[in-house]
């Protein structure tokens, strides 16, 4: 009995795209039509600048991915570093890898 095989790896769609969020830390992302059946595995990025980011996903499906940029200035309290709170971050560059699942 033979154990050989063959096997062909699957390639998953891959989109990547580039926004920028508007004054409410929001950018959408919009995928080609039919680019995915189901939502996609997104990863995001955000261009470093000043205070600390935070991007998370807010929306995601096969068709677009809105994500939300917050930022927020590190304050010291008694000696002890620690992070106000976060606001909408406008103007920042976002970057968006989608996978098919």
């Not at 769609?13 to 996609?40: C, K, L």
Request: aromatic share 4%; net charge neutral; glycine share 10%.
């Amino acid at each position: 009995m033979s154990t050989e095989g063959a096997y062909t790896p699957l390639t998953p769609r891959v989109e990547r795209a580039t926004g920028v969020t508007d004054g409410s830390g929001n950018v959408t992302f919009t995928w080609p039509v039919a680019a995915f059946s189901a939502p996609p595995v997104v990863t995001l990025t955000v261009q470093a600048g000043d205070g600390f980011r935070s991007v998370r996903i807010s929306a995601n499906s096969a068709t677009a991915t809105t994500a939300q940029v917050l930022v927020a200035a590190g304050v010291t309290l008694l000696g002890i570093g620690v992070l106000a709170v976060g606001a909408p971050a406008s103007g920042v560059t976002v970057h968006a890898h989608a996978v098919a699942a």
